[in-house]
């Protein structure tokens, strides 16, 4: 019953900005940890960024400086704003949550996926 639902992806040109937005719904959870990852055609899945309950939060040194994430914990959401885009951040990006469940233990979510193509 737990879903993360992701939208925000599409086509920029170089130097422009997105944000992505993912959303968990469901009942009897808690977040621990939200992250965005990404996967170019050939490559596998890499971390982009993670922030934790605590509020930590990690960047792919690809990414630093141009990208943040960010939690709503009232809206269950994290967004990653995407700023100064290049083309080799094309990917298909999956949002990521581990869940606490109510008599479940730890799992990890994802999303669907979220196509972003940069164009030079």
């Known amino acids: 019953q737990v879903q993360l639902v992701e939208s925000g992806g599409g086509l920029v040109q170089a130097g422009g900005s997105l944000r992505l937005s993912c959303t968990v719904s469901g009942r009897g959870f808690s977040i621990n940890a939200m992250g965005w990852y990404r996967q170019a055609p050939g490559n596998q899945r890499d971390l982009v960024a993670v922030?934790?309950?605590?509020?930590?939060?990690n960047y792919a040194d690809s990414v630093k400086g141009r990208f943040t994430i960010s939690r709503d914990n009232a809206k269950n959401t994290v967004y990653l704003q995407m700023n100064n885009l290049k083309p080799e951040d094309t990917a298909v990006y999956y949002c990521?949550?581990?869940?606490?469940?109510?008599?479940?233990?730890?799992?990890?979510?994802w999303g669907q996926g979220t196509q972003v193509t940069v164009s030079s």
């Open positions: 922030i934790t309950s605590g509020g930590f939060t």
């Open positions: 990521s949550a581990r869940l606490s469940l109510v008599a479940r233990g730890t799992s990890d979510y």
